[in-house]
Antibody
Framework: EVQLVESGGGLVKPGGSLRLSCAAS????????MNWVRQAPGKGLEWVSS????????FYADSVQGRFTISRDNAKNSLYLQMNSLRAEDTAVYYC?????????????WGQGTLVTVSS | EIVMTQSPATLSVSPGERATLSCRAS??????LAWYQQKPGQAPRLLIY???TRATGIPARFSGSGSGTEFTLTISSLQSDDFAVYYC?????????FGQGTKLEIK
């Protein structure tokens, strides 16, 4: 069974940091590009960041450039998102999702998401 | 950035009827258009890619059409499980961008 399981979300104060993880199983993780997509409460979907299968290419949305860092460990079938200098507008459910290509492609599969709340 | 606009924001349809959802791109995205279904509390699920190719396991009642700037998702005979929010997404140009969603509700 294909599975992506995110973890690491929680409540953090503005200016704080958080590291999200995504554990993959059931598909050849090391051959997939991976992505983070977020969804603010009651809002639509927003692409955040992408990383190619061997970490050669990395892309960020302008809204997180310089604050977020995407990485992966293919030996551990894991994807990460280090989030620094968090702002209230970063509050969202963060989904990890696979794709075949970077910097643009459709997204499949998806994890169930982890909620990040930035509030004092 | 390419802006994706979906219409209507909310669509009320009776079970068994046909639903037609629209998605417009601010500039041509060729056929590089995907559709997703999202139910409350769940992750999005890929339905369609390449504007008209159904993803693995997606029932034949879901069909996509269009190219360039105008796209349509059609659900031929609505079942209770189909009432959800639907998003389109372009992957022709960076950054990838989503529409704001269409909520399909039971009439």
């Amino acid at each position: 069974e294909v599975q992506l399981v995110e973890s690491g979300g929680g409540l953090v104060k503005p200016g704080g940091s958080l590291r999200l993880s995504c554990a993959a199983s059931g598909f050849p993780f090391s051959t997939y590009s991976m992505n983070w997509v977020r969804q603010a409460p009651g809002k639509g979907l927003e692409w955040v960041s992408s990383i190619s299968s061997r970490s050669s290419y990395i892309f960020y949305a302008d809204s997180v450039q310089g604050r977020f860092t995407i990485s992966r460990d293919n030996a551990k079938n894991s994807l990460y998102l280090q989030m620094n200098s968090l702002r209230a507008e970063d509050t969202a459910v963060y989904y990890c999702a696979g794709s075949q290509l970077v910097p643009v492609d459709w997204f499949d599969p998806w994890g169930q998401g982890t909620l990040v709340t930035v509030s004092s | 950035e390419i802006v994706m606009t979906q219409s209507p924001a909310t669509l009320s349809v009776s079970p068994g009827e046909r639903a037609t959802l629209s998605c417009r791109a601010s500039q041509s995205v060729s056929s590089n258009l995907a559709w997703y279904q999202q139910k409350p509390g769940q992750a999005p699920r890929l339905l369609i890619y390449g504007a008209s190719t159904r993803a693995t396991g997606i029932p034949a009642r879901f069909s996509g059409s269009g190219s360039g700037t105008e796209f349509t998702l059609t659900i031929s005979s609505l079942q209770s499980d189909d009432f959800a929010v639907y998003y389109c997404q372009q992957y022709n140009d960076w950054p990838p961008s989503f529409g704001q969603g269409t909520k399909l509700e039971i009439k």
